[in-house]
């Protein structure tokens, strides 16, 4: 499973990504968790199965899932408050659950 986040500079999401790594660890789930900045997304979409927006990307939902949708990976925005308290278990359980389809 490769969970792929996105933030301005990909520096904001990098305790989000430490977290979840942490939550899946302790799941004994195998997964690549990584993130990067708005300007690299297209060059790292197709590396993913999920992708994840942070709050200050919101905006570029509507872009991304067209994008996705080509190819045919699921696209959302993190829950807002999720990413602030860095809940890493909660993004991290959306993210299967987009890869699952639920």
């Known amino acids: 499973m490769k969970i792929l986040l996105c933030c301005s500079a ?9 977290k979840m790594e942490v ?11 990584w993130a990067v900045g708005s300007t690299e997304i297209n060059d790292q979409i197709n590396k993913a199965d999920v992708l994840l927006l942070g709050p200050q990307v919101r905006y570029m939902l509507p872009q991304l ?5 080509k190819k045919g990976i699921p696209v959302a925005a993190i829950n807002p408050q999720h990413y602030g308290l ?6 991290l359980k959306q993210a299967i659950n987009l890869i699952k389809g639920v």
Do not use: P, R, Y
């Open 65 to 69: 899932k067209k994008a996705g949708e």
């Open 86 to 91: 860095c809940n890493g278990e909660e993004v």
């Open 23 to 33: 939550s899946a660890k302790s799941q004994g789930i195998d997964c690549e968790i």
């Open 10 to 18: 990909g520096m904001s999401t990098s305790l989000l990504v430490s």
